[in-house]
Every structure is written in structure tokens, then in C-alpha cells.
T-cell receptor, first 115, second 108 residues
Framework: DTGVSQDPRHKITKRGQNVTFRCDPI?????LYWYRQTLGQGPEFLTY????????KSRLLSDRFSAERPKGSFSTLEIQRTEQGDSAMYLC?????????????FGPGTRLTVT | AQRVTQPEKLLSVFKGAPVELKCNYS??????LFWYVQYSRQRLQLLLR??SRESIKGFTADLNKGETSFHLKKPFAQEEDSAMYYC??????????FGEGTQLTVNP
């Protein structure tokens, strides 16, 4: 499977713990996006990278959230001091600038449950 | 501020019937709109974009700037069209703003 992959697929953690998710984009894609999706809602944009540069962050991305893409390939999303409100599906997507905006390829998501 | 509204959370039709999934948007700039689909147990994927003016799996969508709408239509629904459909708008940079989605069920 050469699509976008995410790890882990499920994570259960206790409130106050830190969690880290990983996303591996399609290899030739230079843009990488993080979205969050809660039950009954569409995905909400969190942040995106072009190569290793983080170009845009949503106001949803509080100080407890940090994302990195150190070598312009895989990315990590860390949530510190998790809260119950962080429970959601975290989606990663990648795209190629040359394909045009909007054509984003999504991964299967990481479902986070904070107890 | 940009916003995408899908007024129907659930839509149920019979096989062979026409289907229309509604999408309205608000955006001060020149909009680029998309429909994404998520079939059961599959990942979210692009269905079509208004710029391409294409028909994918029999679906079409026309951008109506006067009514700020981008409704998705298919003349004859098939059971395999059952899925969650999201309308999305490209805004600043490359962020996609999604609607809440419409769950389409096509009954035999």
C-alpha cells in the first residue's frame, strides 16, 4: 500500500498524559496536513507543512499541540497534557503542489480516546 | 469567515432514483470547491472538484456563485453510492474547510 499511513490507528490514554502520532505521506508529496474530526462533524484543519516548513496553523492548535516534519518526509503530532476534549480522530493528508490545491490524499486516521 | 453548510445529515433514496446532496458556502474570495466521499471502512477520498467540471461515478456538481451553492447530483443512484459525503472549500493557503457531511443511503 503506497498511500498515506498513520500510526497508531487507535490510542487510549489517561487525562494528563502526552501522546504522539506519526504520519507517513505518499513519498513524492511535498505537502502534509493534519486535521481533527469529532463525531458528527467534518474534518477541521489543524496545520500544514510544505516540505519541512510549517506554513499555517489553525487557532484550534493550542499550545499543547505541536507538529513537526523534520526532514520533509514523515510528520509527528504531539499532544501534551491531554484533556477529554482532545478525544477525536486525527487525520493526516498529503498532496503534491503540482496537482493543485484541494486534491489531498488522506490516511486512515488515529482515533484518540482520553479517559 | 469561510463556512460550508450541508443542511442534510441523512439522506435516503431508492436505487434508480435521482439524488441531490446540498452544499452552500460562504467565502469572500474566489471559491474552489470539492466533494469528498468516505465509503464504509475506507478513508476519505476526493470525488470531484468544480474546476475540472468532470463527472465521476455519474456524479456532477455545478458551482452557482449567485446562490453560493455546489450541490452534488446523480440521476440514478446505485446501492454502492451509499457513503458519507463532504463538501469542502479551499480557503487561505491550502486548508480545506469541510461541511458536516451527509450520510447517503441508497435502498434496494
Amino acid at each position: 500500500d503506497t498511500g498515506v499511513s498513520q500510526d497508531p490507528r487507535h490510542k487510549i490514554t489517561k487525562r494528563g498524559q502526552n501522546v504522539t502520532f506519526r504520519c507517513d505521506p505518499i513519498s513524492e508529496h511535498n505537502r502534509l496536513y493534519w486535521y481533527r474530526q469529532t463525531l458528527g462533524q467534518g474534518p477541521e484543519f489543524l496545520t500544514y507543512f510544505q516540505n519541512e516548513a510549517q506554513l499555517e496553523k489553525s487557532r484550534l492548535l493550542s499550545d499543547r499541540f505541536s507538529a513537526e516534519r523534520p526532514k520533509g518526509s514523515f510528520s509527528t503530532l504531539e499532544i501534551q497534557r491531554t484533556e477529554q476534549g482532545d478525544s477525536a480522530m486525527y487525520l493526516c493528508a498529503s498532496s503534491l503542489v503540482e496537482l493543485g490545491k484541494g486534491e489531498q490524499y488522506f490516511g486512515p486516521g488515529t482515533r484518540l480516546t482520553v479517559t | 469567515a469561510q463556512r460550508v453548510t450541508q443542511p442534510e445529515k441523512l439522506l435516503s433514496v431508492f436505487k434508480g432514483a435521482p439524488v441531490e446532496l446540498k452544499c452552500n458556502y460562504s467565502y469572500s474570495g474566489s471559491p474552489e470547491l470539492f466533494w469528498y466521499v468516505q465509503y464504509s471502512r475506507q478513508r476519505l477520498q476526493l470525488l470531484l472538484r468544480h474546476i475540472s467540471r468532470e463527472s465521476i461515478k455519474g456524479f456532477t456538481a455545478d458551482l452557482n456563485k449567485g446562490e453560493t451553492s455546489f450541490h452534488l447530483k446523480k440521476p440514478f443512484a446505485q446501492e454502492e453510492d451509499s457513503a458519507m459525503y463532504y463538501c469542502a472549500l479551499i480557503t487561505s493557503g491550502s486548508r480545506l474547510t469541510f461541511g458536516e457531511g451527509t450520510q447517503l443511503t441508497v435502498n434496494p
